[in-house]
């Protein structure tokens, strides 16, 4: 079965700096990958996703995921956060055989101080 | 642009009550999901349905039931609500042969069971 880890519930980075989310996954065929945000009081916004074409994958508001299989990774990274990027963002595992169902991490909550 | 519509924004309910969450989406979606969001654990799959009078147990279905009687409607209830099911809950949509493809979700209800 899939699994989906996220390294560190809460994160809290500068405006302007680095944002660095990590996601590890477990799955014994090649799966698919996705990135979602949730801003306050809303629903989830796909932000990127992975199937198996480019490893390393550009998404919506400047972020960006590299696929690793030999470190069954898909961190998600901006090169400067902004303070809208304050957000709580799941990572999502499921294989093509499973109807779209996913399976997700615990989900990292996004800090941005000025 | 797909509309993933859940009924209610907040409901507050009494122990022991049955409730009824509702989940509406117009782009002919065979596949429809309900998750539950807590705090440090993501999103955890309740039910799905891949089709009009179909349902399959998630990883947390006591609990709870669904109803699918169009293809259009998904309902979750909980036929005696207790406080260990206060939470978000999300609603979300698929076609049924696009496992690349992302979930659409709603805005979630909130549910408080007092």
């Known amino acids: 079965a899939q699994s989906v880890t996220q390294l560190g519930s809460h994160v809290s980075v500068s405006e302007g700096a680095l944002v660095l989310l990590r996601c590890n996954y477990s799955?014994?065929?090649?799966?698919?990958l996705f990135w979602y945000v949730q801003y306050p009081n809303q629903g989830l916004q796909l932000l990127l996703k992975?199937?198996?074409?480019?490893?390393l994958v550009k998404g919506i508001n400047g972020f960006e995921a590299e696929f690793k299989k030999s470190e069954t990774s898909f961190h998600l990274t901006k090169p400067s956060a902004h303070m809208s990027d304050a957000a709580e963002y799941f990572c999502a595992v499921t294989l093509y055989n499973q109807g779209g169902k996913l399976i997700f991490g615990q989900g990292t909550e996004l800090s941005v101080k000025p | 642009d797909v509309k993933v519509t859940q009924s209610s924004r907040y409901l507050v309910k009494r122990t022991g009550e049955k409730v009824f969450l509702e989940c509406v989406q117009d782009?002919?979606?065979?596949?429809m999901f309900w998750y539950r969001q807590d705090p440090g654990l993501g999103l955890r799959l309740i039910y799905f349905?891949?089709?009009?009078?179909?349902?399959e147990k998630g990883d947390i279905p006591e609990g709870y039931s669904v109803s699918r009687e169009k293809k259009e409607r998904f309902s979750l209830i909980l036929e005696s609500a207790s406080t260990n099911q206060t939470s978000m809950y999300l609603c979300?949509?698929?076609?049924?042969?696009?496992?690349?493809?992302?979930?659409?979700f709603g805005n979630g209800t909130r549910l408080t069971v007092t």
């Open positions: 349905s891949y089709d009009v009078k179909m349902k």
């Open positions: 979300a949509s698929i076609f049924k042969d696009r496992g690349g493809s992302p979930l659409h």
């Open positions: 782009m002919d979606h065979e596949n």
């Open positions: 799955s014994s065929v090649p799966p698919y």
């Open positions: 992975y199937t198996s074409a480019a490893t």
